[in-house]
């Protein structure tokens, strides 16, 4: 929900520049390998155009989204078949070599080796799109009984799409496994990764107590009396003109149309209820003195504010823990913070 700094991001790729060459270089060996077991001429032209890709761009992996976009649509598309049905309709699927470029390039692999290293060391726990859930999913080992985490992501660009793009590191999304299937292959207008300093400090995306919320709840004291609003952006149309008229089309679809933003958080209308209790209990001379106290410990002001909301309280923290877009907003709708 919203934008992390570009450059602390290349800050980070710096730090794990020889791991990240050492993907690329691996990439090229499978690749290489996987075209000399390839004979269909179709799969092998698209394979080929592929293995030529990483060979003459050593910082493949580590493109931005301006390049990634300017670079994804000048590949051909990964190479389709027909089907027809039984009765006689025609569908389209890709080839086996998509699938087989992503077992190349070790996507898999990396989601429970490099990727949560990368994405701690960036400062990424929760998933950017919900903002509700952590990013690690616990993933049964194959015939033992034991579990090992592995980091889930959202490829922006989709794999089954851009499978050359599957470990381009601008293109990975740190998600929940539940955005993730949400999502599918659909396109959204959400960029994680800016350039632009304001992007990383102001979310655009807004949770809010509705009208008589709070009033309704501290008389009847029911959680269902609780209800909040979800407010983004309008994601951007494009008109197509007709003899007779011009017709606006949406390209993409909102948060809470992909993500079901608002059916998840009225769920937590417990810890919406909380902070009500605790706007009703500390009133401006309260939290005066309940500061003077913290003052005394020495407790950064930023502390005392998480401390008090049980969460962070600054837009620009809110990929540190589940939950704190809600809380930061909710708390401020009740001047707590």
């Not at 389709?80 to 070790?106: F, M, P, W």
Request: aromatic share 12%; proline share 3%.
């Amino acid at each position: 929900m919203i934008a992390i700094y570009e450059n602390k991001v290349k800050g980070v790729q710096a730090h794990f520049s020889i791991e990240i060459e050492e993907q690329r270089e691996l990439a090229i060996l499978k690749l290489n390998k996987l075209n000399k077991k390839t004979t269909d001429p179709i799969d092998k032209a698209y394979l080929e155009s592929v293995i030529s890709l990483f060979e003459r761009n050593k910082n493949i992996l580590v493109w931005n989204s301006k390049k990634i976009n300017d670079v994804k649509e000048k590949l051909s598309s990964v190479p389709t078949y027909s089907k027809t049905s039984k009765k006689g309709k025609v569908t389209y699927h890709k080839t086996i070599i998509k699938d087989k470029i992503l077992y190349a390039l070790g996507y898999k692999n990396l989601r429970s080796t490099f990727y949560p290293e990368y994405f701690k060391k960036i400062g990424i726990k929760v998933c950017v799109y919900c903002n509700s859930q952590l990013t690690i999913t616990a993933k049964k080992t194959t015939n033992t009984s034991d579990y090992s985490a592995k980091f889930e992501v959202d490829h922006f660009h989709s794999k089954s799409e851009y499978p050359f793009l599957s470990i381009c590191l601008f293109n990975l999304y740190p998600v929940c496994s539940f955005c993730n299937r949400a999502k599918k292959d659909d396109a959204i207008e959400f960029e994680l990764y800016s350039n632009e300093v304001t992007k990383t400090i102001k979310s655009d995306y807004n949770f809010k107590l509705t009208s008589y919320s709070k009033a309704k709840y501290l008389i009847t004291k029911d959680l269902k009396d609780i209800d909040i609003t979800f407010k983004e952006p309008i994601p951007s149309k494009t008109k197509t003109k007709t003899k007779t008229k011009t017709k606006t089309k949406t390209k993409t679809k909102t948060f809470n149309e992909t993500f079901h933003i608002e059916g998840i958080y009225q769920t937590q209308t417990d810890v919406i209820e909380e902070l009500i209790i605790k706007s009703q209990m500390y009133n401006k001379s309260y939290l005066k003195t309940l500061k003077y106290s913290f003052d005394k410990l020495s407790i950064q002001p930023k502390l005392f504010k998480r401390t008090l909301v049980g969460n962070y309280t600054e837009d620009k923290d809110l990929h540190k823990r589940p939950m704190s877009k809600l809380v930061m907003d909710i708390a401020k709708d009740l001047d707590l913070v």
